[in-house]
């Protein structure tokens, strides 16, 4: 599976976040730098879960506990960042 750019790769992880956490808000008005858990978004650790779970199943990349997963759920640029590692180390 190829990719999009990290551009579009940020808006669909947004649009899965939305989807994935049932948060009724548009994803034009999460910044690409808000944090996603605790602060920011204000996701729990089962929503964090669930973008794990939709993140491994959609674009192949497991997201470990502790400090790979605080990097990953900083924000959606993070996010898309370290899928985009993962998948270069993987190739």
């Not at 993140?55 to 997201?63: D, G, L, Q, S």
């Amino acid at each position: 599976m190829t990719l999009p750019d990290r551009t579009a790769l940020i808006a669909e992880l947004k649009a899965m976040i939305l989807k994935e956490c049932d948060l009724d808000r548009d994803a034009d008005s999460i910044p690409d730098d808000m944090v996603l858990v605790a602060e920011g978004l204000e996701l729990d650790s089962l929503d964090a879960l669930q973008i794990s779970l939709a993140v491994k199943e959609k674009y192949a990349v497991r997201i470990e506990g502790g400090p790979d997963a605080r990097r990953a759920f900083a924000s959606t640029a993070a996010l898309a960042d370290f899928i985009i590692a993962a998948r270069q180390a993987a190739a």
